[in-house]
């Protein structure tokens, strides 16, 4: 039969061979392995997560799989992935992608429930998780490429939500070897799973979206291996009846290529970012450009005095859900322009501790927030590959200081150093974890490849 866009990803998950992957790709999605588990096990210490736990509770199953910073407590392998999903957003502290998306906190929970559900002497060794995470990712980029209008900061829905639960279908099938025609049908009820609206972006429903993506990927690929089908032409682009196209209204689907003596995976070309502190990915840019005017200011006036400025003038892309003057809740302030920029002028940081309720509502915070004027320059987009932060104070004195930002620490462009990484990972783990088992999961995914059961992970 003629190939179709739908059957070239169902060929190339089944085909692609550990071989496959380069020195470069395995080294990056190790450190994503690595810097999303940090993310969960943090993440295991928030309210939402609670949340999501006790619900998971409710239900009587075959607990066999573990749950981020709960070592007593196993769940079902789905409700596993879900709630482990829900842990890695819960602080928005997880990796961003280009075009936009959070690629590894829809697929590495699901991988780490499978891994736990196989029976012994099914075990999937490191280099197939490694392999099963990066088919993972590979699905979520092509299906990011698929349309001009995912590579700007959205508007409709959470990408994760969509393309994350493809991902999770797709790396789920390839752990769980399912053949050709079960990796097309997981794909084509993963799309029946996925979506969510960015309406609840800022709000403690946000993180649902990362957890029903790798639990109902995960969910889908289950399903497939069981016999149940779906449309054959999910993928394609057929006039009259929406696939996946239904999430885009521009959508030019491409034919992935099976792997032959090598694949160029995207994570070759386009590497990730990791964020420093856990809020919205474009927080990064106002941020680094607060601190630098920050210590503009504090050469101009010896520390930082708030009574100097008359106004703080932020040049931001436009983008309405995160661009909120005052907000009242930890989740709100993690997708504010306004509160993470006064956070860093007046702190001198932004960090964990900057989200608590007693930190959102400081009266000198208040008084920052009240002197920030919002300007939207037209080379300014919403495009986390182009656009800038740029942040001006104007002194009552007549004169102005300002601070840009084009490129952050921990942007594809200039990645997190090793140390750094590890800093990040520990600083995260040591919430819930003694110093030997956060080393030891260390020393885990840097010699994953050789690792013979990936559920030790």
């Not at 196989?118 to 299906?143: H, T």
């Not at 990645?415 to 783990?429: D, G, M, V, W, Y």
Request: hydrophobic fraction near 40%; glycine fraction near 6%; charge should be neutral.
């Amino acid at each position: 039969p003629e190939e179709t866009v739908t059957s070239s990803f169902a060929s190339f998950i089944h085909a692609v061979r550990p071989e496959h992957l380069s020195k470069t790709v395995r080294h990056r999605s190790k450190r994503m392995i690595l810097d999303s588990i940090g993310v969960g096990l943090v993440g295991s210490t928030t309210h939402v997560f609670d949340i999501a736990l006790q619900y998971c509770r409710l239900y009587s199953s075959v607990a066999v799989s573990s749950v981020y910073g709960k070592p007593g407590i196993k769940l079902s392998p789905t409700l596993a992935a879900f709630t482990n999903g829900v842990a890695t957003h819960s602080m928005d502290f997880d990796d961003t992608w280009h075009p936009a998306t959070h690629p590894s906190g829809a697929v590495l929970p699901a991988l780490l429930a499978a891994s736990q559900m196989l029976p012994p002497g099914a075990k999937p060794n490191g280099m197939d998780f490694l392999l099963a995470f990066n088919v993972g990712l590979e699905v979520q980029g092509r299906l990011m490429h698929f349309s001009t209008e995912a590579h700007n900061i959205p508007k409709r829905f959470h990408p994760p939500s969509v393309v994350g639960t493809m991902g999770s279908a797709a790396a789920t099938a390839k752990l769980l070897s399912l053949s050709t025609a079960q990796c097309a049908h997981a794909l084509g009820i993963a799309a029946s799973l996925a979506g969510a609206p960015m309406a609840n972006a800022a709000t403690q429903a946000k993180p649902l979206h990362i957890g029903n993506a790798t639990r109902l990927g995960f969910e889908a690929a289950l399903l497939a291996a069981r016999g149940m089908e779906a449309n054959p032409l999910i993928l394609d682009d057929i006039a009259g009846c929406s696939g996946f196209s239904a999430f885009y209204s521009i959508y030019q689907p491409k034919p992935l290529s099976t792997p032959s003596d090598r694949h160029e995976f995207l994570l070759e070309k386009q590497d990730i970012a990791f964020k420093r502190f856990p809020a919205h990915l474009g927080m990064h840019w106002v941020v680094d450009a607060a601190l630098s005017v920050r210590n503009l200011f504090l050469n101009y006036a010896g520390s930082f005095s708030p009574s100097l400025i008359r106004t703080i003038v932020l040049k931001i892309p436009v983008s309405k859900y995160i661009n909120r003057p005052f907000p009242s809740s930890e989740h709100q302030a993690r997708h504010s322009f306004q509160f993470n920029a006064c956070t860093a002028l007046l702190d001198g940081e932004v960090g964990l501790g900057s989200f608590t309720e007693s930190s959102i509502h400081r009266q000198e915070l208040r008084e920052l927030l009240d002197k920030v004027v919002v300007e939207h320059p037209e080379d300014n987009v919403a495009n986390f590959d182009k656009m800038y932060g740029e942040v001006a104070l104007l002194l009552h004195s007549g004169d102005v200081l300002t601070g840009k930002c084009d490129t952050f620490y921990g942007h594809w462009r200039k990645p997190l150093s090793k140390e750094s990484l590890l800093k990040k990972f520990r600083s995260n783990a040591s919430h819930v974890l003694p110093e030997e088992k956060i080393e030891t999961i260390i020393t885990m995914v840097d010699n994953l490849e050789n690792l013979s059961d990936s559920s030790q992970l």
